[in-house]
């Protein structure tokens, strides 16, 4: 209620020192109109300098927008191709460069590319820094994977403290 209150007020006193400063301004503009002058700059946006800007800003925002779309794609493609454990199918929209290098990647890479961040991929895939571990994107033969080993033995170290007698308590 207080605060309704205040805010009323508060516009009141806005609107009313508002109409001050345009009163005390309009003889100045009266006399600048008088001599030639103008009252004041165009508004704001309207200049061709601005409008230049608006559409290279809205270029660039649409390149970052495709180029976190095909970076997310890459880690879809890579997230598919370790769940069914072969190279999946690329999407059919991405560019004819990552068609041909996506498919030869090896299971190891496909990892390092899971393993970074979106900024990284786009980056890697835009050449603009390289992933280690990664080849760079490039016409690359098709990759086989082979079978990932179902289970692995573990270290004779583990074994022989497996093994061991336990200490009497």
Same mark, same amino acid.
């Given at each position: 209620m207080l605060r309704s209150i205040v805010s009323a007020i508060g516009a009141a $006193? @806005?609107?009313a020192f508002s109409f001050v400063w345009e009163a005390f301004c309009l003889p100045g503009r009266l006399f600048a109109g008088l001599l030639g002058g103008t009252t004041g700059g165009p508004p704001a946006g309207d200049g061709p300098l601005v409008s230049d800007l608006k559409s290279e800003l809205a270029e660039r925002k649409?390149?970052?927008d495709n180029h976190? @779309? #095909?970076a997310r794609a890459v880690l879809a493609w890579a997230a598919d191709s370790i769940i069914g454990d072969m190279p999946a199918p690329v999407p059919a929209w991405l560019p004819r460069e990552l068609k041909s290098w996506l498919p030869g990647l090896t299971r190891? *890479? #496909? *990892?390092t590319l899971l393993s970074s961040n979106n900024?990284?991929?786009s980056a890697h895939v835009r050449k603009i820094y390289t992933l280690t571990g990664v080849r760079k994107v490039q016409l690359l033969e098709s990759a086989e994977w082979p079978p990932e080993p179902a289970? #692995?033995?573990p270290t004779p170290? $583990? #074994?022989?403290y497996a093994i061991a007698p336990r200490p009497a308590a």
């Open positions: $006193l @806005k609107g649409s390149q970052a976190d @779309k #095909v190891d *890479e #496909v *990892e900024q990284a991929v289970f #692995v033995e170290g $583990l #074994v022989r």
